[in-house]
C-alpha cells in the first residue's frame, strides 16, 4: 500500500541532503566540490542545528574523505558522503579500498568532467573512470530518483549477502541544480524503510578482534578479490527486490533498467542519467507519427545487467548507444562497450551505433535525439554502422 506523501520543490544537490538527513547516518566526512558543494553543506546546517546525530568530520582533501568513511565504516559505523569529478578521481586509490574491504558506504556523486581542461559541468566521466573499482553504481534521472535511489542504496548496500559501497550518481548542475516537484517521505517510514544497521564485524568489538586490509600475497590475494566479485554479481537480484520494496511502499517502482515504448520498436536509443527524459520526449513524438522507435534507460551500471539488456534489444533492428564520456585510443564509450560485449555471443542482435555526447556540460537536445532516429533508420537500410558519432561536436 502507498504510504502518505507530500510534495516539495527542491533542487537535486538539496534533495540529497536531505535524504542523508531522514537516514540520519552515524558518520559523513567529507570535502565539498562543485557542482556536490551543496550536499554537505545543507547536511552539515542539518549537524549545526542539532536535527541529526551525525558526526560530520570536515577534512582537507577527498581523499582524506574517503579515507575517513572507510575508518568510520570499519568501526561498525552507518556512513555516507558526497563528491564530484576531480575529488572522485582524488579517491581512486581509497575507492578501490572500501570495496575490497566490502564496507557498505553510501556516496552520492554528481558527475562532471575531468580535468583538463578545467571545467565544471556535467559528464559521466568521473564515474566511469571509477566503473572497475568494486562499487555498485545507479544513477539518477531527475531529481526524484536522486532521493529515491539514496534510501535504496542503503538498504542494498547493507544487505548481508551485499556489503559494498554504492554510488549514486546524477548529473551535475543538470540535476544537481535543478527545482523540481517531487515527494517526500516521512523520517519514520525512511527509517523503517532502511531498518537498523547491523555490521557484521567491526573494529570495536575486543572481544571478536578482527583483522582489516592485511597482506595477502599470492597464495590468498585472487580468492579474495573473486569473492569480491560474486558479491557484485549477486547483488543484482538485492537490488531489483530493494526496487521492488520500495515501489510497494512508494508506488514508484525501480528496475535495473527501464523500457520505454519498446513494444515492437526497431530503432532503440539507450541511455542513462538526465538525457532520458529528452529522449522520451522525441520517442512520444515519433511514435505519434507512426514510427517504431523506443527507449532503453540504463540504471544500474554496476553490476551491468547482461541479461535484462540482452532481453531488452535482442528483438530491435538497430540500437543507438548514447556515451556521456569517452575512451580515448578505443571506439565508443563504456556502454557502448558493455553493450555490444553482452550481445556478442547471440546470433540475433541489432546492429549497434556508437554515440559519444554532451562532454562537459553540452547540452543534448531533441534535436540532436531526432537526428540519431534518423541516423538509425538510414543504418538499418544500409546493414552497417558509422564511425563513431560525436553529437553536437563543432568540426
Known amino acids: 500500500m502507498k504510504t502518505q506523501v507530500r510534495k516539495i520543490a527542491i533542487e ?5 541532503a536531505l535524504a542523508f ?19 554537505v ?89 571509477a566503473r572497475d573499482s568494486g562499487w555498485i553504481q545507479i544513477f539518477s534521472e531527475n531529481v526524484q530518483e536522486i532521493y529515491d535511489n539514496i534510501f535504496q542504496a542503503v538498504k542494498i548496500a547493507e544487505n548481508e549477502n551485499v556489503r559494498l559501497p554504492v554510488m549514486v550518481g546524477y548529473d551535475g548542475f543538470i540535476t544537481s541544480h535543478s527545482v523540481e516537484t517531487i515527494e517526500l517521505l516521512d523520517d519514520d517510514v525512511v527509517r523503517n524503510f532502511v531498518g537498523k544497521y547491523r555490521p557484521r564485524y567491526t573494529l570495536l568489538d ?19 578479490k573473486v569473492a569480491q566479485a560474486y558479491a557484485i554479481e549477486n547483488s543484482l537480484p ?43 520526449e522525441v520517442v512520444d513524438s515519433l511514435r505519434e507519427k507512426g514510427l517504431p522507435v523506443g527507449l532503453l534507460k540504463i540504471r544500474v551500471f554496476r553490476p551491468f545487467p547482461t541479461e535484462d539488456i540482452v532481453n531488452a534489444l535482442k528483438d530491435v533492428k538497430v540500437v543507438g548507444i548514447l556515451d556521456r564520456s569517452m575512451v580515448p585510443g ?48 538510414d543504418i538499418g537500410k544500409k546493414g552497417k554502422p558509422n564511425p563513431l558519432t560525436y553529437i553536437g561536436v563543432r568540426e
Open 41 to 129: 553543506q545543507k547536511f552539515s546546517e542539518y549537524v549545526a542545528n542539532g536535527e541529526v546525530d551525525t558526526e560530520f568530520v570536515p577534512v582537507e582533501s577527498e581523499h582524506s574523505a574517503m579515507s575517513a568513511c572507510i575508518g568510520a565504516s570499519a568501526a561498525g559505523a552507518r556512513v555516507m558522503t558526497s563528491t564530484a569529478s576531480q575529488g572522485l578521481a582524488l579517491m581512486w586509490e581509497m575507492l578501490y579500498i572500501a570495496a575490497s574491504l566490502r564496507l557498505p558506504i553510501i556516496m552520492t556523486v554528481a558527475n562532471r568532467a575531468l580535468s583538463a581542461p578545467i571545467n565544471i559541468h556535467g559528464d559521466h566521466s568521473d564515474a566511469m573512470g
Open 330 to 377: 578505443s571506439f565508443g564509450g563504456p556502454l557502448y562497450h558493455e553493450i555490444t560485449s553482452a550481445m556478442y555471443h547471440f546470433d540475433k542482435r541489432p546492429l549497434a551505433q556508437a554515440y559519444v555526447y554532451g562532454l562537459g556540460g553540452r547540452d543534448i537536445t531533441t534535436n540532436h535525439i531526432e537526428k540519431v532516429f534518423e541516423e538509425l533508420m
Open 12 to 16: 537535486g544537490n538539496e534533495a540529497a
Open 206 to 224: 575486543v572481544d571478536n578482534p578482527i583483522s582489516v586490509g592485511p597482506l595477502a600475497l599470492t597464495d590468498s590475494y585472487f580468492e579474495f
Open 238 to 280: 538485492i537490488i531489483k527486490q530493494v526496487g521492488k520494496e520500495y515501489g510497494d511502499l512508494t508506488g514508484r517502482y525501480y528496475d535495473v533498467i527501464e523500457k520505454y515504448k519498446m513494444d515492437r520498436a526497431e530503432y532503440v536509443i539507450v541511455a542513462m542519467s538526465s538525457t532520458v527524459g529528452t529522449a522520451r
Open 21 to 39: 538527513k531522514q537516514v540520519n547516518p552515524d558518520v559523513v566526512a567529507a570535502y565539498p566540490i562543485t557542482p556536490s558543494t551543496e550536499v
